[in-house]
């Protein structure tokens, strides 16, 4: 099956930094999330991006399809933003449906 | 629109006792798919039912089972329980089968066996 590779596996900031976050996948995807996990557990959509570039806020992404990676971007970050970012995404070929293949993650920490 | 709901929020169990989860999707979202979080395994997909049918299924042993209802709301069930069995369950729906749409999560259920 695909694999999902994320880098750095931390990272620390101070407030009002920038960073990127990287997301590697093996094979050709139809479907690339972007994740941003609370304290709570709970995963909170940030991006469904297979292709592309979005924005939101102080939050972009674009996916390479080609190149088989997608990057996470965040803008003048801050402490909120804390927490672990999770890329997800499933392969275009044979018949896993719904069935995404998560990163390890990165953890955020952005200090005051 | 109400997000995913997961019941219960947090469960405490003994070794060789069994557990049903319950998951209720997004109103009008057919597909529910279930994963597991653990501090070593990361989180690794458990199955997806669609149209009350398992459509797929991952790399778990037979003592993880679920079911689908024709509300689409959605159980997963743990039979003889182990200490590695304690994790964060979490529980996904979306629109469609095909999985090219944008999968929901709800908050999880955190389980603890011991």
């Known amino acids: 099956g695909i694999q999902v590779e994320q880098s750095p596996p931390d990272l620390i900031l101070q407030e009002g930094a920038n960073s990127t976050l990287r997301c590697n996948f093996s094979d050709s995807v139809n479907n690339l999330q972007w994740f941003h996990q609370n304290p709570w557990g709970q995963l909170i959509n940030l991006f469904y991006?297979?292709?592309g570039t979005k924005q939101n806020g102080r939050l972009s992404a674009t996916t390479v399809a080609t190149e088989r990676y997608s990057l996470l971007y965040i803008s003048s970050s801050q402490t909120t933003d804390s927490g672990v970012y999770f890329c997800a995404a499933k392969g275009a070929g044979g018949t896993s449906y719904g069935k995404l293949t998560f990163g390890q993650g990165t953890i955020l920490t952005v200090h005051p | 629109k109400a997000g995913v709901t997961q019941t219960p929020r947090y469960l405490i169990k003994t070794r060789g006792q069994q557990v049903t989860l319950s998951c209720s999707p997004i109103s009008g979202h057919r597909s529910v798919s279930w994963y597991q979080q653990t501090p070593g395994q990361g989180l690794q997909f458990l199955f997806e039912y669609f149209s009350e049918t398992q459509r797929n299924k991952g790399n778990f042993p037979g003592r993880f089972s679920g079911r689908q209802f024709s509300n689409s709301r959605s159980e997963m069930n743990v039979s003889t329980l182990e200490l590695g069995d304690s994790a964060l369950y979490l529980c996904a729906s979306s629109y469609i089968l095909s999985g090219t749409d944008t999968q929901y999560f709800g908050p999880g259920t955190r389980l603890t066996v011991l």
């Open positions: 991006i297979p292709s």
